[in-house]
């Protein structure tokens, strides 16, 4: 229970006047009474002041008991201190001497010591006081195999007696534990346990106290409420939990926690996982966090980088925004290039346009300018002007498996009922078409029939059709001449006559295959005409 009202101030007092009295270290306590060494530079009148400050007086010497001075005086100590003599003690030239010198004690190192006189006004090395007390405590007794020191208001420890004075500060501490179980007060009789009022000694709290005991930064109050333990957290550079039994360190969003473990590092999110994937965006790297910004080239437009640097290369100088996306746009009768998107190409949408031509101011022939046409077209000279025809290619050559459908600048192959159009061009039946896209691991077959516009043509573009007219024609003739010339011969062969064969004197001989026997028997049985003449 906390002391009353008027016996609290009467501590307070008591115990301000211990926290500017000179602290002792060497004394001990007997009975009601403790004896204190207090080794200051004091003169005689200083040397009462200060006893009489804890409520005490200089120690009054009785030559028949030493004891008391050897117990208080520490092995090896040397010097002279005030004292009080008793009045059997006194020596007749005391009288004499008046308020000019004071009783005092030489020690020598020897632990041997007389009493002498010395001048009041001198500074000696120290003095002895007397302390008589009443309502004292007992022994604290602490539990968990704690031990007590007990540190008396003179401010010596006096562990060797079963009484203490008020003021006295008892400690109980385990051994090899770093802090306390408890701190208590010796007030009226009874031990009071820390912390308790902040007016005397800070409630006994270690740092400071404020109704109850705080602690500094980084540090954490103890669970015996008094003392200040280093914060398991207090080398956390950011934020810190409890696991289990221990704490550790943990680090806020952005941030990866560093090799000591305590510490932490930026996460450069860049680097590990890209969080900035949209076209044209680029990622910086920020402390903790990241921004995603657009690229050389690019400008932000609706949260979204819009590319512009594709407008600085268009060809006709001409660029739109689609969706988001800036595009090059050609003039009318152009349109932007399959293979690149910055150039643009002759639109031909019929069968016969305009080519496009480069003028060659060398040559004063039109047909030797440099000139160009669409894909699927070629170039033929009409009235001086480069005209660009469209190629049939399903006449030239066979492009597709079944059926050929041409069109301005391409074609498109179909196939007939049953079949599918495999990879533009061949037609295979709906069952092998299924099985070759399992095959090829493509889940999806062209519409049908389809149209593929992107065959080149099957004649070179430098072949013009009035040379393939030409030839054409140069063909045609030969034929016609050549037919002329067989009918003619055949003619003439019908009346044709041998003059020369016809004379009476010559005989046509008509050759016939024979066997060797019938040759025998025609050149023995059968003379000729030569031989009749002869005969």
């Known amino acids: 229970m906390m002391p009353t009202t008027n016996a609290l101030i009467v501590c307070v007092i008591f115990l301000c006047g211990l926290e500017e009295a000179v602290v002792s270290q060497h004394g001990r306590c007997t009975g009601n009474q403790c004896f204190a060494l207090f080794q200051e530079p004091e003169n005689f009148l200083g040397a009462q002041k200060r006893c009489k400050g804890l409520d005490g007086k200089l120690l009054t010497f009785n030559s028949p008991d030493t004891r008391t001075i050897m117990t208080i005086l520490p092995i090896g100590l040397s010097g002279s201190y005030w004292l009080e003599l008793s009045s059997t003690d006194r020596p007749r030239e005391e009288a004499a001497a008046g308020l ?83 701190k208590h007060l010796c007030f009226s009789k009874g031990w009071i346990r820390a912390p308790w009022n902040c007016e005397v000694l800070q409630g006994g709290c270690e740092y400071s106290c404020n109704s109850t005991c705080h602690c500094p930064a980084r540090q954490t109050l103890h669970p015996n409420n008094i003392t200040c333990s280093k914060d398991p957290c207090a ?35 860049c680097e590990e996982d890209n969080p900035c994937t949209g076209e044209g965006e680029e ?30 290369s268009c060809e006709h100088m001409l660029c739109d925004k689609f969706n988001g996306v800036y595009k090059c746009m050609c003039r009318e009768g152009f349109k932007v290039s399959d293979k690149d998107p910055t150039k643009c190409e002759l639109d ?37 002007t480069a005209i660009c025809i469209d190629i049939n290619e399903c006449e030239l050559e066979k492009q597709c498996d079944h059926e050929c459908e041409n069109s301005f600048g391409g074609y498109r192959c179909l196939c007939n009922k049953g079949f599918k159009l495999h990879k533009g061009y061949k037609c295979v039946p709906t069952e092998e078409e299924e099985e070759e896209e399992e095959e090829d691991g493509s889940g999806s077959t062209p519409p049908y029939p389809t149209t593929v516009s992107t065959h080149p ?79």
């Open 235 to 269: 080398e956390c550079a950011q934020e810190c939990q409890r696991e289990g039994d221990i704490y550790v360190c943990k680090c806020n969003r952005g941030y990866r926690l560093a090799q000591d473990g305590r510490s932490c590092v930026d996460v450069n999110e």
């Open 457 to 535: 043509a099957a004649v070179p573009p430098y072949i013009k059709t009035g040379s393939v007219l030409g030839i054409t024609m140069f063909t045609v003739l030969c034929v016609a001449l050549l037919f002329f010339v067989v009918r003619n011969v055949a003619k003439r062969c019908r009346t044709f006559e041998f003059s020369s064969l016809k004379h009476q004197n010559i005989d046509i001989f008509y050759l016939q295959q024979v066997t060797t026997e019938t040759y025998k028997r025609l050149s023995f049985d059968k003379p000729s005409k030569n031989d009749s003449q002869i005969l």
């Open 100 to 182: 000019q010198n004071c009783s005092s004690i030489s020690v020598s190192i020897e632990r041997n010591f007389t009493v002498t006189w010395k001048p009041c006004r001198e500074n000696l090395d120290g003095f002895l006081c007397n302390y008589t007390f009443t309502e004292p405590c007992g022994v604290l007794k602490a539990g968990g195999g704690a031990q007590v020191k007990y540190t008396v208001p003179m401010g010596f420890e006096a562990n060797d007696t079963e009484a203490f004075p008020p003021g006295t500060i008892a400690v109980a501490q385990r051994t090899g534990v770093k802090y306390p179980d408890s």
């Open 348 to 384: 031909c949408r019929e069968r016969d346009c305009k080519a496009i031509c480069i003028p060659n101011r060398d040559n004063d022939k039109k047909d030797m300018d440099q000139c160009y046409c669409p894909e699927g077209y070629i170039i033929d000279m009409t009235n001086s």
């Open 283 to 312: 990622c910086k790297n920020t402390q903790g966090d990241f921004e995603c910004g657009c690229e050389d080239g690019f400008e932000a437009e609706d949260g979204v980088c819009v590319n512009i640097a594709i407008c600085e």
